[in-house]
């Protein structure tokens, strides 16, 4: 069980880069690539990363020397004399004021803070979210070393096409650093999907919190893709699949406001002992992506494109996101598939163990594409690759990956999106009741065919649908 802030530097992940794809490359190509990553770490779903040995001297001592600060850092945060910021010596002096416990070893340790378990002086159950006496600093440093770096590679192969590595890493610094802004995200997150009852978000305690340190409620359960941990606890799995990308969905389709860092330890899971229901608990707020109307918009009709097989509707709308040519590898990389799954329908077969076999085969002869492809497109595309690219790692460790069940949840969210945008831009109340009329239509529609998805998987659907045969056959 871990709290968020228990992960590895989440503003220096590199997004985009799918498992399938990263895996794949040649072993030189990742050598070359490293150079620029030495100071990233490159995140792959499932929460492992590359081999150390494809990296290098660099990185791998790189890593050491990080964990030997991050360890250092702890042993000094809370112990002997303090010798950091103004916020963490105020933790400390004020301990004994403020909480009747506090537990010294923390329940998740990063690069940006750790977070610690205490009881208030009221009895409340809180997590203490610290951040390291040296992080901004650090920081800072790495953010340098890492635009050094990439500028050294940049000279020796002047096709090499990361740059924007840095200005995203100096865009998203400031705003993780800032514990403030993390708990505005949690409060506006946690107002936004209020209709979901599965989703619970820590409240945050703002007369105790400041810039550096967060109060939050303390809130504990097993990570998202802790099959066994279900399993004990009795939680369906496919159940649990389709909230989270119920939740994902309305974050990225209908209202902008994407979390951008599901990873397992900031995505919890506990049965509710009341409903028997599974909570799914939302940790670490520090990084939204926000997305302009226009961008989600288009995001929202490339998908119901993709879902419906609509190539060339697919070709214009990720034209129209910054893919030009290149649209059928960004077509692959948002859904994780092969041209022939997708232009067959994605919703139409699993995927299979030779077809991830085929992506990281192809990978490598794609990758002057594939760095040509993240270079074009929206930056607001980047922090959404990366996040599909962790909630397929959920799937996969679930065993839920691709099913029918989640991009019928993203078809409504889509349609809910356009028709809403399509309400605002007409005044005539005939218009607004054709397009709702039309809204909830095509909403039914997929109501009906998730209900016989499901009838076709039971026996009492099997039985009702070889009845509806024979009486067809019967009557013709």
């Given amino acids: 069980m871990t709290y968020g802030g228990a992960c590895q530097p989440c503003f220096f992940m590199i997004p985009g880069i799918t498992h399938a794809l990263v895996i794949g490359m040649a072993r030189q190509a990742l050598k070359i690539f490293s150079l620029a990553a030495a100071t990233s770490g490159v995140y792959l779903y499932g929460n492992k990363y590359v081999d150390p040995n494809d990296f290098g001297i660099i990185r791998v001592g790189r890593a050491i020397a990080t964990t030997a600060v991050i360890t250092y850092d702890y042993l000094t945060s809370l112990r002997g004399v303090p010798h950091g910021s103004e916020e963490y010596d105020y933790v400390k002096s004020q301990i004994k004021e403020l ?33 390291h006496p040296k992080v901004q600093a650090q920081s800072s440093k790495d953010i340098l070393l890492m635009e050094v770096l990439l500028l050294i590679v940049k000279q020796i192969f002047p096709d090499f096409e990361f740059m924007w590595l840095v200005e995203e890493a100096k865009k998203n610094l400031p705003l993780e650093l800032d514990f403030l802004n993390e708990g505005r995200n949690a409060e506006q997150v946690a107002h936004m999907l209020k209709h979901f009852d599965f989703l619970k978000v820590p409240r945050i305690f703002w007369e105790l919190s400041t810039r550096r340190v967060l109060f939050m409620e303390f809130m504990e359960g097993g990570q998202v893709n802790d099959r066994a941990y279900m399993e004990r606890n009795g939680i369906d799995v496919n159940e649990l699949s389709r909230n989270l990308g119920k939740l994902y969905s309305e974050m990225i389709f209908v209202n902008g406001f994407v979390h951008c860092d599901p990873h397992p330890g900031n995505v919890l899971v506990k049965k509710c002992p009341v409903t028997g229901k599974a909570h799914i608990i939302l940790l670490d707020h520090g990084l939204y992506q926000v997305l302009t109307e226009k961008f989600r918009l288009d995001y929202c009709r490339l998908w119901q494109s993709l879902i419906k097989a609509d190539m060339k509707q697919v070709q214009k709308y990720s034209q129209r996101l910054g893919a030009g040519d290149l649209y059928p590898l960004f077509a692959c990389m948002l859904t994780a598939r092969s041209w022939a799954s997708v232009s067959r329908g994605i919703d139409r077969s699993p995927v299979t163990a030779n077809e991830d076999v085929e992506i990281r085969t192809n990978a ?113």
């Fill in 99 to 131: 909480f009747v416990s506090f537990e010294d070893t923390p329940l998740g340790a990063a690069s940006l803070a750790q977070v610690h378990k205490a009881v208030l002086q009221d009895g409340r159950t809180v997590a203490v979210k610290v951040q």
């Fill in 364 to 476: 490598a002869a794609y990758l002057p594409q594939i760095t040509q492809l993240l270079n074009n497109v929206p930056r607001q595309m980047l922090l959404l690759l990366k996040t599909n690219d962790l909630l397929r790692g959920i799937e996969s460790a679930l065993h839920t990956r691709a099913s029918a069940s989640s991009f019928l949840n993203m078809s409504r969210c889509c349609i809910r999106a356009i028709s809403r945008y399509q309400r605002s831009r007409t005044d005539s109340l005939y218009r607004k009741a054709q397009i709702s009329f039309t809204e909830a239509l095509s909403l039914w529609q997929i109501n009906l065919y998730e209900l016989y998805l499901r009838l076709k998987g039971s026996q009492l659907g099997n039985w009702v649908i070889a009845l509806l045969s024979w009486m067809h056959h019967s009557l013709y």
